[in-house]
């Protein structure tokens, strides 16, 4: 299984909003509705933002919200405040009984 | 709350050994799946091994198949992982997780994501 395809690092303004994909194929983003996205602060432990595409934790802010289409998914923080300032992971099921997921390259959002 | 907390890691030589430690504590250990996911230095996520609560199911990556064994104890709420034919590409940050489960009608199974994680523990491969 191949790491999911990731933009290494996107930007925006604080206030305003910015999309991450991560693009996989039908056998893993495109074909099950099991993608997870993790915000990593440097140093830091992974912490989860995002499940099944589209479901918040409780305690994760509403402007962080995910989406899917074909074989991209997406991770959208709006209203984009410094502590968003992080790396952020994509994980999808690749349908096979022996691995929970496969992790995308990572992104790395500046909070200009 | 949910507390996963791990140990071991350290300075290791070409073909050496280590066993890593997760100790938990906040929820139910013996309910939930749990894995390992490692990250090595300026690089991104990858999971290394998962097992079932009941130690039933285990799986591994293919990067580490036949060198590493998970294990879990779950009188003592801990998890651990035995690395053996350790190699410089093994160096990483080690974290631990746990696997989410849904419950439908009494009957559980894992969901496809990891709820909570550890700080993690370095490991180091180098002669």
């Known amino acids: 299984q191949s790491a999911l395809t990731q933009p290494r690092s996107v930007s925006g303004s604080p206030g305003q909003s910015v999309t991450i994909s991560c693009t996989g194929t039908?056998?893993?983003?495109?074909?099950?509705?099991?993608v997870s996205w993790y915000q990593q602060h440097p140093g830091k432990a992974p912490k989860l933002m995002i499940y099944d595409v589209s479901k918040r934790p409780s305690g994760v802010p509403d402007r962080f919200s995910g989406s899917k289409s074909g074989n991209t998914a997406s991770l959208t923080i709006s209203g984009l405040q410094a502590e968003d300032e992080a790396d952020y992971y994509c994980?999808?099921?690749?349908?096979?009984?022996?691995?929970?997921?496969?992790f995308g390259t990572g992104t790395k959002v500046t909070v200009l | 709350e949910v507390q996963l907390v791990e140990s071991g890691g350290g300075l290791v030589k070409p073909g050496g050994s280590l066993r890593l430690s997760c100790a938990a504590s906040g929820f139910t250990f013996s309910s939930y799946s749990m894995n390992w996911v490692r990250q090595a230095p300026g690089k991104g996520l990858e999971w290394v091994s998962s097992i079932s609560s009941s130690s039933s199911y285990i799986y591994y990556a293919d990067s580490v198949k036949g060198r590493f064994t998970i294990s879990r104890d779950n009188a003592k709420n801990s998890l651990y992982l035995q690395m053996n034919s350790l190699r410089a590409e093994d160096t990483a940050v080690y974290y631990c997780?746990?696997?989410?489960?849904?419950?439908?009608?009494?009957?559980?199974?894992?969901?496809?994501?990891?709820?909570?994680w550890g700080q993690g523990t370095l490991v180091t491969v180098s002669s």
């Open positions: 039908s056998s893993d983003v495109g074909g099950y509705n099991y």
């Open positions: 994980c999808s099921y690749a349908g096979s009984y022996t691995s929970p997921g496969v």
């Open positions: 997780a746990s696997q989410h489960r849904y419950c439908t009608n009494g009957v559980c199974y894992p969901a496809y994501y990891f709820d909570y």
